[in-house]
């Protein structure tokens, strides 16, 4: 029952004696649950399925509705549907705001799972924890996501600072570069690849040769080239994204300069930059969480079921996001199943602290614990080869 439809003797005497709301269960005498009713799930996030990064957001909007109505179709969780509300931010932090605020203050969800961007995440968070509510494997990896601990945040990315000291250090160790430089766009995120690659070269006593910032909507590249090029780069590490990746890598294109190693992280991993037909994309890396995978390849009977399944619905092959989305969204289903019947967001977070030994449908470990939230703790190396992604290194940290 709503507080607007308590009875009026109930209203009268509220101040003076208290009057228990009619809980998820349909029993007087508990507080209610917000984004839980006796047949009903309600959870969202703020996305993006318009802007800059939508090749992310459509992505892992598929995945996790994929994955819900699955659990929908079995009957739904301890006999409630599950209902995953998305509003379309575009990417910018003042919608972002508002978005947040309609989904807990209106909607009431029971947590925001899979909220996409960083700072768009770092804007909303602050007031979201005030409000109580949970933060489940948001769609970054920024640092703020996993340090300092929340008890509300729950992360299953790589985290790009760590991702990019682990390329430097082994791009240097391993592959014998001398001279890292850095393109990165003025942003929270292009700060986050900026800082693990100043902090593992300063660990290292190596000097980085040149550094590159650029906005996100820059689209010119030729000067950051030439001057990266003249200071003798064998290694650029990239805080960027899908376009402004394809950008740089094509300048470097044109240019003819090909004896370096272009190095990124799963922000700007997608077939999308495989596909360039100049070919520009040829021997670019990525750190990333779990590797693309294709549907030519040779896959478990379960996962070739599940690609089918996605082309079935979506009339395309999963990419990464699509990956991440579905397995979020599984995450979120198995912490529901171990919640049980009186679920609320203190039942949740413990439920998904319980989880120690889980393993995807693509064949990758996560854990958590009551003092780690941090889910993934190494990085795979996937580069371009022949226009496709392949996997050259497996459980990488720094």
């Not at 000291?165 to 393109?183: L, M, N, Q, S």
Request: aromatic fraction near 10%; proline fraction near 4%.
């Amino acid at each position: 029952m709503s507080r607007l439809s308590l009875p009026i003797s109930c209203v009268a005497f509220a101040l003076l004696a208290g009057c228990g709301e009619t809980d998820s269960s349909g029993q007087e005498g508990s507080v209610r649950v917000d984004g839980v009713t006796d047949s009903e799930i309600v959870i969202g996030a703020h996305t993006d399925l318009t802007g800059p990064i939508a090749i992310w957001g459509t992505g892992i909007a598929n995945g996790a509705r994929m994955r819900f109505g699955e659990a929908n179709d079995a009957g739904g969780v301890h006999g409630r549907q599950i209902r995953y509300i998305l509003e379309d931010a575009q990417y910018q932090v003042p919608r972002a705001v508002s978005a947040a605020n309609k989904l807990i203050k209106k909607d009431k969800i029971l947590a925001m799972v899979m909220a996409i961007g960083t700072p768009t995440n770092n804007a909303v968070m602050v007031q979201q924890f005030k409000d109580g509510v949970p933060n489940l494997f948001p769609v970054t990896g920024a640092r703020s996501m996993v340090e300092p601990f929340q008890k509300l945040m729950f992360s299953q990315m790589g985290v790009y600072y760590e991702e990019m000291r682990a390329a430097v250090r082994y791009f240097i160790e391993e592959k014998g570069a001398t001279t890292p430089c850095v393109v990165y766009q003025d942003t929270d995120y292009g700060q986050e690849v900026l800082d693990g690659v100043e902090d593992q070269a300063a660990e290292m006593g190596i000097t980085i040769a040149a550094r590159s910032a650029h906005q996100p909507t820059e689209s010119e590249f030729t000067a950051a080239i030439i001057r990266m090029r003249a200071a003798g780069c064998d290694l650029v590490l990239m805080g960027t994204v899908h376009r402004d990746t394809i950008l740089v890598l094509e300048a470097a294109r044109k240019a003819d300069w090909s004896d370096v190693a272009w190095v990124g992280n799963e922000a700007a991993y997608g077939q999308v930059i495989a596909d360039q037909e100049s070919g520009s994309g040829e021997g670019y890396y990525a750190f990333v969480p779990l590797a693309l995978r294709y549907a030519d390849e040779e896959l478990s009977p379960e996962l070739r079921d599940w690609f089918n399944r996605y082309w079935e619905r979506y009339g395309e092959y999963p990419g990464l996001p699509a990956m991440i989305g579905y397995r979020g969204a599984d995450l979120t289903v198995h912490a529901f199943e171990i919640a049980g019947r009186e679920l609320n967001r203190d039942s949740l977070i413990a439920a998904v602290e319980s989880i120690d030994d889980y393993q995807d449908l693509f064949g990758y470990q996560l854990q958590y614990g009551p003092d780690d939230h941090k889910g993934v703790g190494s990085s795979v190396l996937s580069q371009i080869q022949n226009g496709r992604w392949v996997t050259v290194g497996k459980s990488i940290s720094y």
